[in-house]
């Protein structure tokens, strides 16, 4: 497994240096340059490729990537009109278009990368050895707990450059969570819900490495960040995702079909039962962090009634700090939906809603018949159910792979999918 070309070495070589650009505090200012870089070298692709003709082909841009790219647009309009509604100057204009680049762009420019020749197998196998590196570092950090080391190590320099917060330049140990006072981990995410999240990313994208030894390395490893995370919904996830993907890329075969015809008229006759169980479970699962579900609660009802009040069209423009009852959290955080809704209004909304929905659905019918589209659609469904909980825009640097292996796997022109296609089939 090596790099092939420019865009693979670049992408082989970011993903393998995820602990050494954390632990120089760079993480979050490397995915940026990663992804724009790239998408320059895909417009020099598409417009210059007959000098290249022998070793390139020109990449055929699926319609539904477009859409990525238009929803994301949108999206830095919406900002703008949400701002100048608001007499907002231009400063804050331009520093929140330099937090759009850095967050909402990167979801379409990843996904535009995906769209060079770059191998899934490759991707595979970077985000498989990630998990390797985590294994090793796993001992470290708990051993910092037991033996009560320092929390934080240091804060990087690099948040002069600017970011979301300070936690995005922390190097950090272990945390303790305060309504319990267990630990949580984060690793190199900055919170522990978040590595939840890239853990499962990793785990549905390592389950098609090759290499039987590496695989069960990388999916014990993704299972140990899940759980050294305590994040409720990286639990569900992870016994869910693969599940539903399975059942809905085999929807095609008439015995499926079949069982699912069954199973409905099944689930219609116990629905009583079933409806008394959900209602306990979810109880559960908020009554599980009480405070954290409460604050959630309250900050998703501030959002929409000051959406639906005051700029239902095209927001507020920015996140406004909430008042004690959230602990004064960012009304529109902790929640994809809600934040559009409150920053962007309905335009914001929909400029996500509708790509996503139609990546489902493309990625849903080559899943039938492409292990590939199986990946990304995962990914895509991972998303999804973390939009519930988190702000995505802000954690797309930590999952760009999964969102390139989404590009890879809308890829029309074919060009290097078949190999990347019989080797996963072999695999």
């Known amino acids: ?104 762009a990167l979801l379409a420019v990843f996904i535009l990368v995906g769209c060079l020749q770059i191998r899934a197998v490759l991707i ?75 853990a499962n990313i990793y785990f549905i994208v390592c389950l098609q490495e090759k290499n039987v030894i590496l695989r069960n390395l990388a999916l014990f490893a993704s299972i140990l960040m899940v759980l050294m995370s305590f994040s409720r919904l990286g639990i569900i996830v992870l016994f869910l995702t ?25 689930v219609g006759i116990a629905a009583p039962v079933l409806l008394a169980a959900v209602d306990f479970a979810v109880e559960k699962f908020h009554g599980a962090r009480a405070g954290s579900s409460r604050v959630r609660s309250t900050l998703a009802e501030i959002s929409v009634a000051r959406w639906r009040e005051e700029a239902p069209i095209w927001g507020h423009g920015v996140m406004e700090r909430g008042p004690h009852l959230v602990e004064y959290m960012m009304i ?31 990625l849903w019918w080559r899943s039938f018949r492409e292990k590939t589209a199986r990946i990304g659609l995962a990914v895509v469904l991972i998303m999804f159910a973390y939009s519930f909980g988190e702000n995505l825009e802000i954690l797309a640097y930590l999952f760009w792979p999964g969102l390139v292996l989404i590009g890879v796997a809308l890829r029309s022109d074919g060009c290097g999918s078949k190999e990347t296609e019989q080797a996963l089939v072999g695999s």
């Not at 995005?168 to 939840?196: C, H, K, M, N, Q």
């Open 1 to 104: 497994m090596a790099p092939r070309n420019t865009e693979e070495l670049v992408v082989w070589y970011a993903i393998l240096g995820t602990y050494p650009a954390y632990f120089t505090g760079m993480l979050y200012v490397m995915a940026p340059v990663v992804g724009w870089c790239l998408l320059l070298l895909l417009v020099k692709r598409s417009f210059f490729y007959f000098a290249d003709s022998r070793n390139y082909c020109r990449p055929d841009i699926h319609w539904v990537v477009w859409l990525w790219v238009a929803g994301m647009l949108c999206m830095e309009l919406a900002l703008i009109v949400g701002q100048l509604n608001h007499q907002f100057g231009l400063a804050q204009i331009i520093k929140s278009s330099i937090g759009w680049a850095k967050g909402w």
């Open 124 to 198: 595979i196998r970077a985000c498989a050895l990630v998990c390797v590196h985590t294994l090793f570092l796993i001992p470290v950090v708990v051993i910092a707990w037991v033996i009560g080391f320092s929390e934080v190590l240091f804060i990087s320099p690099a948040k002069v450059i600017g970011g979301p917060g300070p936690e995005f330049f922390e190097v950090r140990l272990y945390e303790i969570d305060p309504s319990s006072g267990l630990p949580r981990w984060r690793l190199f995410t900055p919170w522990a819900p978040a590595l939840g999240m890239v």
């Open 242 to 266: 693969s599940a539903v993907v399975m059942y809905l890329s085999l929807m095609s075969r008439p015995l499926i079909l079949w069982l699912s015809g069954v199973g409905a008229i099944i």
């Open 332 to 362: 529109g955080s902790h929640h994809t939906w809600f934040g559009l809704l409150y920053v962007k209004g309905v335009v914001g909304f929909l400029a996500m809603a509708v790509p996503l929905m139609l990546t489902f659905l493309c």
